[in-house]
């Protein structure tokens, strides 16, 4: 008995000492996440303009043409995929790593941002062609632009056909969801033309659009500055999710401890009872032999 109880002071020690750096985690990791949202939310702002300007354009002007409309004859597609560089954040890399299995071909390129799963791409076969490692954490706007010009300029030279994003759509401060956001070639199918073409009809956008210079000319520099936006504004999303998600790890594995340290505490009190118990017995018999 004695050394179960021991055994058992031992445990609830350390599970109240896991249980204070989980919370430290679950209040950083929200802290983060209240700060990431923010900036998300604001940069989203302006990612989604670029794209209504660059649909206003191709909606007026459907006989333009660009670089980056035309599709490719290369079928082969080319992935820029964000990941965490740390981990204890809940299923968010696994996720990540499944939704690849499931959607991606391993022979077509891969561009990983992101440290944590870079062993496990590799050891799935995925064609990953990091020339070096890409930090998730210490991204900034240049490091993601410098990984879709490595994209545009595959598909200007015809190695690829498609590029695209694999990104953690942030639903709510519960929900992460694996998402793909192409962004070349940068045309509108029929269902979103159709779709584009109504909005600006209820919000009484037909007023005629005067480009300078021609159309061509304004979506072949446009398109770039979009694109490039909008992969920076899906790293913010992921980022933004990666911490929700941590946070609700954090929250789950501190709950858990709760509920275990107040479990062994009742067992040691049960112990300790029983403990006390055979000790007045033991006594008591002793005065009656007396």
């Known amino acids: 008995m004695a050394q179960s109880s021991q055994a058992l002071r031992v445990r609830i020690k350390s599970v109240n000492s896991t249980r204070k750096i989980t919370k430290a985690m679950e209040m950083i990791a929200n802290a983060k996440l209240f700060k990431q949202r923010s900036r998300m939310e604001a940069n989203r702002e302006?990612?989604?303009?670029?794209?209504?300007?660059?649909?206003?354009?191709?909606?007026?002007?459907?006989?333009?043409?660009?670089?980056?409309?035309?599709?490719?004859t290369n079928e082969r597609t080319m992935t820029i995929i964000f990941c965490s560089d740390?981990?204890?954040?809940?299923?968010?890399?696994?996720?990540?790593?499944?939704?690849?299995?499931?959607?991606?071909?391993?022979?077509?390129?891969?561009?990983?941002?992101?440290?944590?799963?870079?062993?496990?791409?590799?050891?799935?076969?995925?064609?990953?062609?990091?020339?070096?490692?890409?930090?998730?954490?210490?991204?900034?706007?240049l490091d993601i632009k410098e990984c879709v010009k490595k994209g545009i300029e595959l598909y200007e030279k015809n190695e690829i056909g498609k590029l695209q994003i694999l990104y953690t759509r942030?639903?709510?401060?519960?929900?992460?969801?694996?998402?793909?956001?192409?962004?070349?070639?940068?045309?509108?199918?029929?269902?979103?033309?159709?779709?584009?073409?109504?909005?600006?009809?209820?919000?009484?956008?037909?007023?005629?659009?005067?480009f300078d210079p021609d159309p061509e000319t304004i979506l072949n520099n446009l398109i770039?500055?979009?694109?490039?936006?909008?992969?920076?504004?899906?790293?913010?999303?992921?980022?933004?999710?990666?911490?929700?998600?941590?946070?609700?790890?954090?929250?789950?594995?501190?709950?858990?401890a709760d509920d275990l340290s107040q479990s062994l505490l009742l067992e040691y009190n049960k112990i300790r009872q029983a403990n006390i118990t055979q000790e007045i017995t033991e006594i008591v018999g002793g005065s009656a032999a007396v």
């Open 46 to 72: 302006y990612a989604q303009r670029l794209q209504e300007t660059i649909d206003e354009i191709v909606v007026k002007n459907p006989d333009a043409e660009s670089r980056f409309t035309k599709k490719r």
């Open 224 to 256: 770039p500055m979009m694109i490039e936006n909008v992969a920076y504004s899906d790293w913010m999303e992921s980022t933004t999710a990666e911490q929700g998600s941590r946070r609700v790890a954090m929250k789950t594995a501190t709950d858990n």
């Open 170 to 210: 942030f639903v709510n401060t519960m929900t992460f969801r694996p998402d793909f956001d192409v962004l070349l070639p940068c045309t509108l199918t029929p269902d979103e033309l159709a779709h584009t073409k109504m909005d600006e009809e209820k919000e009484g956008m037909h007023v005629e659009t005067l």
């Open 86 to 141: 740390l981990g204890l954040c809940g299923g968010y890399n696994a996720n990540v790593l499944k939704f690849a299995r499931e959607h991606l071909d391993p022979s077509h390129p891969v561009l990983l941002v992101g440290t944590s799963l870079m062993r496990q791409f590799r050891e799935e076969g995925f064609n990953i062609i990091n020339e070096e490692l890409v930090s998730s954490d210490r991204a900034q706007f």
